[in-house]
C-alpha cells in the first residue's frame, strides 16, 4: 500500500501575479515529488446577498480561468499528479482549511501588499495562523527555478534548530549555498558559528556561511534577499509583541524581500 503524500497546496487570485505563484508551487512539487493542488477560493454569493444568477456566472468565470492555471502548471509539471479547484469561501479560512491536508501553502503578495508597505489582514492572517510552511511569492520577482542562496534569519527568541532544520534542507534540496544570519546577542562569535557545526556534518554538500549582523536583522535580511532566491524566517521571530502572531521581523521581511519568503511556523 502506498503511503499518502501531502500535496504542495497553491493560493491562486486574479488578484495576485497568478503564472509566478504556480510557477513556483509547480517547482516545490517538483522538489518534493510531490502532487500539485491549486486552489482558488471566493465568496461567491458575497454573504448570501448576490443574485443565484450573478453568483453561478461568477463561478463559471472562475473555474474557467482555473482551467487555464491548471493548463499551466501542467506544462511546467509535465507527468506531476496536479488538480486544480474552486471553492467557495473565505479565501483566509479555505486556505487554512486545505493546510490541514498540505506539506507546504504557496500563495503570492498581488496586490494584497498596499504601496505603502503595510500588508493587508489577507496575506497576513494566513501566514501568521497556518500551520504548515507558507511560501510568499512577490509578483514579478525571480524565476521559480532562480538559483540564488537561501537566507535564513535567526534571532533572539527564534527557535534556531526549527529554522536551520528548514534551512539547510532547502538549500540541499535547491543545490545552493546557505547563508546564516544572526543577531548578536552576544560577544561570543566561536560559539554561535558552532551552533552550525552539527549541521554542516548532517549536510557536508550544502556550504554554509554566517553572519553576526549588528544593525537591524530585518535590513540584514532585506539586503540579503537581493541576491537570494529564497529567505526564511520562523513565524514569530525576534521583535514581537504580546498579541501579535507574527514578529516585527518577519512582518518586515514579508513586506520589503526582493525573492520568495518561507514563513516557517514557530512555538513560543
Known amino acids: 500500500m502506498t503511503a499518502y503524500r501531502k ?3 497553491v493560493g491562486v487570485s ?3 501575479s497568478a503564472n509566478d505563484v504556480v510557477a513556483w508551487g509547480a517547482r516545490e512539487a517538483q522538489l518534493r515529488g510531490r502532487r500539485l493542488r491549486l486552489v482558488h477560493a471566493h ?3 458575497h454573504g448570501g446577498t448576490a443574485a443565484p444568477a450573478t453568483a453561478r456566472l461568477a463561478y463559471r468565470d472562475a473555474a474557467e ?5 491548471r ?3 501542467a506544462r511546467l509539471l509535465p507527468g506531476g499528479e496536479l488538480e486544480a479547484t474552486v471553492l467557495d469561501g473565505n479565501w483566509v479560512e479555505v486556505l487554512l482549511h486545505q493546510a490541514s491536508d498540505a506539506e507546504m501553502l504557496v500563495v503570492g503578495s498581488g496586490d494584497e501588499w498596499r504601496t505603502d508597505g503595510l500588508a493587508t489582514a489577507r496575506a497576513v492572517q494566513l501566514v501568521a495562523h497556518a500551520d504548515v510552511p507558507v511560501i510568499v511569492v512577490r509578483g514579478g520577482g525571480q524565476p521559480a527555478a532562480a538559483a540564488g542562496r537561501v537566507v535564513v534569519g535567526c534571532g533572539e527568541g527564534d527557535q534556531p534548530d526549527v529554522l536551520l532544520a528548514a534551512a539547510f534542507d532547502e538549500a540541499d534540496r535547491r543545490g545552493v549555498d546557505l547563508l546564516v544570519v544572526r543577531s548578536r ?4 562569535v566561536p560559539r554561535e558559528a558552532d551552533v552550525l557545526a552539527g549541521w554542516r556534518a548532517k549536510y557536508p554538500q550544502v556550504v554554509a556561511g554566517l553572519r553576526v549582523c549588528h544593525e537591524s536583522p530585518a535590513a540584514a535580511l532585506i539586503e540579503a534577499s537581493q541576491a537570494a532566491g529564497l529567505v526564511i524566517v520562523g513565524s514569530r521571530g525576534a521583535g514581537g ?4 502572531r507574527l514578529g516585527s521581523v518577519t512582518d518586515a521581511v514579508l513586506r520589503h524581500a526582493v525573492c520568495p519568503v518561507l514563513v516557517v511556523p514557530v512555538v513560543r
Open 7 to 9: 500535496p504542495i497546496v
Open 71 to 73: 493548463a499551466y502548471a
Open 185 to 188: 546577542i552576544s560577544a561570543d
Open 43 to 45: 465568496e461567491f454569493a
Open 14 to 16: 486574479p488578484t495576485d
Open 241 to 244: 509583541f504580546p498579541g501579535l
Open 65 to 69: 480561468w482555473m482551467r487555464a492555471q
